[in-house]
T-cell receptor, first 114, second 114 residues
């Protein structure tokens, strides 16, 4: 069975500093990996995905994520955090068969202080 | 707005009553997913459709839950004889017919069983 672990319930960072939100996964075969963000009273919004190719993928709002196959990780990063980045972030995985569903982590709350 | 639409946004019901939620996916998307999200948790997979065919159901989906997508367009999720433990946010998502494509989520239906 596939699974996602987000080891931090909350990440605190000062505005302007770099941020990292951690994600590790377990899946049979090659993974398809996704990051979503959820603002209060809003649905999940897609940020970025890794399917194949370059291990560093870039997404919306200046976010990027680095795929590391040996460490089975897909950490979300941003060079300079904004207060408006404060939200709940979810990592998700699907196996490359194309028929499996998305499995989500429990989420990490990112709080960016002014 | 051509995003995923869910109705109603909020539903309060008495224990033992039946409820039905509706999801209208993005029109060209063949796949439709239902997830449930409780406070402090990531979305948990319930079921998914490819066109009108229900291809997978989670063990979370008890016999009281049923989902349909009769013409491969909108979908309904019905919960019979609701219990307090059914209180959650029910999320619908849709995607194109390939595992590499990200799913787009609606804003969800928040169910409160009293």
């Amino acid at each position: 069975a596939q699974s996602v672990a987000q080891p931090e319930d909350q990440v605190n960072v000062a505005e302007g500093n770099p941020l990292t939100v951690k994600c590790t996964y377990s899946v049979s075969g090659n993974p398809y990996l996704f990051w979503y963000v959820q603002y209060p009273n809003r649905g999940l919004q897609f940020l970025l995905k890794y399917i194949t190719g370059d291990n560093l993928v870039k997404g919306s709002y200046g976010f990027e994520a680095e795929f590391n196959k040996s460490q089975t990780s897909f950490h979300l990063k941003k060079p300079s955090a904004l207060v408006s980045d404060s939200a709940l972030y979810f990592c998700a995985v699907r196996d490359s068969s194309g028929y499996s569903t998305l499995t989500f982590g429990k989420g990490t709350m990112l709080l960016v202080s002014p | 707005d051509t995003g995923v639409s869910q109705n109603p946004r909020h539903k309060i019901t008495k224990r033992g009553q039946n409820v039905t939620f509706r999801c209208d996916p993005i029109s060209e998307h063949n796949r439709l997913y239902w997830y449930r999200q409780t406070l402090g948790q990531g979305p948990e997979f319930l079921t998914y459709f490819q066109n009108e065919a229900q291809l997978e159901k989670s063990r979370l989906l008890s016999d009281r839950f049923s989902a349909e997508r009769p013409k491969g367009s909108f979908s309904t999720l019905e919960i019979q004889r609701t219990e307090q433990g059914d209180s959650a946010m029910y999320l619908c998502a849709s995607s194109r017919d390939t595992g590499t494509m990200e799913a787009f989520f609606g804003q969800g239906t928040r169910l409160t069983v009293v």
